[in-house]
């Protein structure tokens, strides 16, 4: 954590964790990767097609029967699959898309946390930030509160005599 000086009010010393925390905590979001080498093309084939049902079918938070079903393949088989190709299992990675998506609307500072949770089908405002700080290392709040600084710093419209 960056050193606080004498002096610093409670703010500045907030401010500047939450820095530390974009830095080093926010990119670090799990990245799935396919791995280099894959036995069979077939199994990669299913993969793929299990890794585009999931991005453009997350917000509806399909179970995993759903996806089978949507799939025509066991639920076993869909996750043995998608582990092999991607080193992570199906369910973190839906979760994976589903944090990203609400780090984009928490940075819109359009809509409440209760909002935010409800439309990505989270059971309540604490399972949401539950989930949210076990994948970024941060509160929705804390997250909200990092995005607007930043956004105030990147604003032309920022006073010349602002200090950090």
């Known amino acids: ?7 610093v009010s409670a703010v500045e010393t907030e401010i500047q964790s939450l820095v530390y925390v974009a830095y080093l905590v926010v990119p670090g979001i799990v990245r799935v990767k396919p791995k280099e080498t894959n036995s069979q093309k077939n199994k990669d084939e299913l993969a793929v097609k299990i890794l585009a049902y999931l991005e453009k079918n997350y917000k509806e938070n399909p179970s ?5 079903e949507d799939l025509n393949y066991s639920v076993p088989h869909i996750c043995r ?3 092999r190709a991607y ?5 973190n990675y839906l ?7 609400a780090l ?8 409440s946390f209760r909002e935010i949770s409800d439309e990505l ?6 399972y949401f930030s539950r989930i949210f700080k076990q994948y ?6 804390a997250y909200r509160k990092f995005a607007i600084y930043s956004h105030l710093l990147n604003s032309k419209y920022l006073p010349y005599n602002f200090e950090l």
Do not use: C, H, W, Y
């Open 1 to 7: 954590m960056p050193a606080v000086k004498s002096g």
């Open 64 to 68: 995993l029967q759903k996806i089978s």
């Open 81 to 83: 699959t998608f582990r």
């Open 87 to 91: 080193n992570a299992p199906v369910v």
């Open 95 to 101: 979760l994976k898309l589903t944090i990203d998506e």
């Open 104 to 111: 984009k609307l928490i940075e819109q500072n359009a809509m």
């Open 121 to 126: 089908g989270f059971d309540g405002v604490a």
């Open 136 to 141: 970024t290392g941060t509160t929705p709040s």
